[in-house]
Nanobody, 126 residues
Framework: VQLQACGGGLVQAGGSLRLSCVAS????????KGWFRQRPGKEREFVAG????????DYLDSVKGRFTISRDNAKNTVYLQMNNLKPEDTAVYYC????????????????????WGKGTDVTVSS
């Protein structure tokens, strides 16, 4: 599975961005997917995860109510809608795929993903 993320950029605080991640190669429609980020000088952290049906989602506490993860399996794409962005959201954002066939939130917390995309930069100015 190859992953290509896009949609990052520079935005003012309070603004919005939508990240997209398209998967190609081995069919990934039946895999759970997620978004992670690495802020400057910080460890990589889990941001959001979604089951393959889209019926289960989980979020980092600090983004709950502001970020929404969704997916379009017909397009092999997972999205991260980010609203009310804050300077502390500045980071490189990565999409990832859990190839286990299930949805296990603990795998996200342990960064135990099978496929990772290259990151897309998000910068939020104050």
């Amino acid at each position: 599975v190859q992953l290509q993320a896009c949609g990052g950029g520079l935005v003012q605080a309070g603004g919005s961005l939508r990240l997209s991640c398209v998967a190609s190669g081995r069919t990934s429609s039946y895999y759970a997917k997620g978004w992670f980020r690495q802020r400057p000088g910080k460890e990589r952290e889990f941001v959001a995860g979604i089951s393959w049906r889209g019926d289960r989602t989980d979020y980092l506490d600090s983004v709950k109510g502001r970020f929404t993860i969704s997916r379009d399996n017909a397009k092999n794409t997972v999205y991260l809608q980010m609203n009310n962005l804050k300077p502390e959201d500045t980071a490189v954002y990565y999409c990832a795929v859990d190839g286990s066939g299930g949805y296990y939130p603990s795998r996200y917390l342990n960064y135990d993903m099978d496929y990772w995309g290259k990151g897309t930069d998000v910068t939020v100015s104050s």
